[in-house]
């Protein structure tokens, strides 16, 4: 799996984490979540400004295009 960030379409809560500002990945385990980290689409703010969805945008063209030229996509 290849973790892109999540850019929203206006400014606002950040679409990843859902305003938490946390994100949670891998299996659930008696409600808790196998990964837990700071969510690096809002930067842990739980919000995303025009600056971050610019950055997320561009962030995902880079690790797209590495992707692509490494054969992994």
Do not use: F
């Amino acid at each position: 799996m290849y973790d892109l960030s999540v850019p929203n379409e206006k400014p606002g809560k950040c679409a990843k984490c859902k305003g938490s500002g946390v994100y949670r990945w891998g299996a659930i385990v008696n409600g808790r979540a196998s990964h837990v980290g700071k969510c690096w689409s809002c930067k842990g703010t739980g919000k995303q400004s025009a600056r971050q969805i610019k950055t997320n945008e561009a962030y995902n063209r880079h690790k797209l295009a590495m992707l692509c030229e490494m054969g992994a996509l």
